[in-house]
């Protein structure tokens, strides 16, 4: 019988899952526990894993939901489990995985598998907490408010300049992450499919939101975007060897920091299917270019009840 405990570490997002051991298998009424820690608590750690590998983590994934492939485009680093390389690329920048296609990600598992000796901590935020606490005039905005989401992204604002700056690893796998084309239009806020509870949905794969120019774009997505990544909307995980974080993709943003120089990190990433969204008024997001279905089922799960 599980002795799963869950412990809290912040007020509206994150939380430790102590008393599992992944690695020996979960039994149903385990996996519907963590399930449920994960939609209250947003993103959950388990430290000390030490026996994990990329099969058991797979494994473990697969009594949470419906493994995806490794990533829509970038498919010559993996099938199922992604490595998350800091030869390749820096997560340093707030995001939600993958929401250029419509079916996005319920989920995803990070393992630590080789990490710097400083450095390289990760921060997630909660959506949740971010819409639940704007002001009315925002909510009225935000609720009839869409976005083009592209895998072609600049968060930066200065692509061109950045990539004659890269080397040949980091030039590669940037050409390898646009090789195919995705855009898909998403409400701006979605109502989460288990919870019922309404999340924002942006993050740097936003190009700019529909029927507004690209200055205007910009500043209300600043603006939103700040509201999202309140420190008292955050938490932020210190990686240890041994360790696993898994969150709820539909509700929450994350920044891997970058604070570790040239030092050698790697972590490895399986992803979970989910569905397309809806907003407060039962549209769904509505793809422009690309399709997903060879990267993920779409898998709408049962609502909770009320």
Known sequence: MSSLQVVKLGAVIGARIDGVRIADGIDPATATQINAA???????????????????????????????????TVT??????????SRYDKANSWHTDVTFV??????????????????????????EAAYDRL??????????????????????GDLDSRFEQLDDTERQYREEFVSDYYETEHPVVRVHPETGKRVLLLGHFVKHFVGLGQAESGTLFQLLQHRITKLEHTVRWNWELGDLAVWDNRATQHYAVA?????FRRLSRVTLAGDIPVDVYGERSRVVAGDASGYSDVVTPIRLAS
Do not use: C, M
């Open 76 to 85: 010559s680093r993996g099938t199922t489990v992604l490595p998350i390389d």
């Open 135 to 156: 002001p009315d005039p925002l909510r009225a905005l935000v609720e009839n408010l869409w976005a083009v989401h592209t895998n072609a992204y600049d968060y930066a």
């Open 102 to 127: 419509d079916r996005i990600p319920k989920a995803s598992l990070l393992r630590a598998v080789t990490l710097p000796p400083y450095g390289g901590t990760t921060t997630w935020a909660s959506t």
């Open 259 to 263: 604070d570790y120089d040239n030092q």
């Open 38 to 72: 994960l939609l209250e608590h947003k993103v959950i750690f388990f430290r000390g894993h030490h026996d994990l590998d990329d099969e058991a983590q797979l494994a473990f994934a697969r009594t949470l939901g419906t493994p995806t492939t490794a990533h829509p």
